[in-house]
T-cell receptor, first 113, second 114 residues
Framework: QKEVEQNSGPLSVPEGAIASLNCTYS??????FFWYRQYSGKSPELIMS????GDKEDGRFTAQLNKASQYVSLLIRDSQPSDSATYLC?????????????FGAGTRLAVHP | DTGVSQDPRHKITKRGQNVTFRCDPI?????LYWYRQTLGQGPEFLTY????????KSRLLSDRFSAERPKGSFSTLEIQRTEQGDSAMYLC????????????FGSGTRLTVV
């Protein structure tokens, strides 16, 4: 079992729709969770962090965390073509000895006009 | 401060050659990480420094890879005797000790081994 799992996509949504991206993780002790956006050929850019169960909203983005289910999600409202990118879920984990971010493989999002 | 800087942005090398990449972290960050990312995959952890001490090295890192962070400032990642399988984006990130707000990544170095 991978430590952080995401559907690779592509997830295709029409402009203006809600995009829902999902992530599960294996380490029950994880406390910090992040979503990064990565445009093709660029490095990852942090867009959201969440530490407590429930929802956290920032503009058009909402992160949701359910530690009991080991599940994190990212909702993007009013999706725009500029949101087309790969979204990486990352979990602050202790695998291997020291805390570090462990990434999923990413979900590719395509927003079409 | 302009963030995490990586140099070069792109490197094309012939198989068997040695390459070295440099990372300059955000000045007040004492933690520095190297990751590798191949097409369609998320970043994979390679190694981690706290100040000048290399505290962890991934099993992914063969003996051909070495990293240093002299004086706890910039870091270098060297790959000896490059192989085609080393072709990837090499990402550097930094964070403050105790900072749980995620990393700041540099722009990455794209390595192509021909």
């Amino acid at each position: 079992q991978k430590e952080v799992e995401q559907n690779s996509g592509p997830l295709s949504v029409p402009e203006g729709a809600i995009a829902s991206l999902n992530c599960t993780y294996s380490d029950r002790g994880s406390q910090s969770f992040f979503w990064y956006r990565q445009y093709s050929g660029k490095s990852p850019e942090l867009i959201m962090s969440i530490y407590s169960n429930g929802d956290k909203e920032d503009g058009r983005f909402t992160a949701q965390l359910n530690k009991a289910s080991q599940y994190v999600s990212l909702l993007i409202r009013d999706s725009q073509p500029s949101d087309s990118a790969t979204y990486l879920c990352a979990v602050w984990g202790f695998a291997g000895g020291y805390n570090k971010l462990i990434f999923g493989a990413g979900t590719r999002l395509a927003v079409h006009p | 401060d302009t963030g995490v800087s990586q140099d070069p942005r792109h490197k094309i090398t012939k198989r068997g050659q040695n390459v070295t990449f440099r990372c300059d972290p955000i000045s007040e960050h004492n933690r520095l990480y190297w990751y590798r990312q191949t097409l369609g995959q998320g970043p994979e952890f390679l190694t981690y420094f706290q100040n000048e001490a290399q505290l962890e090295k991934s099993r992914l890192l063969s003996d051909r890879f070495s990293a240093e962070r002299p004086k706890g400032s910039f870091s270098t990642l060297e790959i000896q005797r490059t192989e085609q399988g080393d072709s990837a984006m090499y990402l550097c990130a930094s964070s403050s000790q105790g900072d749980s707000d995620g990393y700041t990544f540099g722009s990455g170095t794209r390595l192509t081994v021909v």
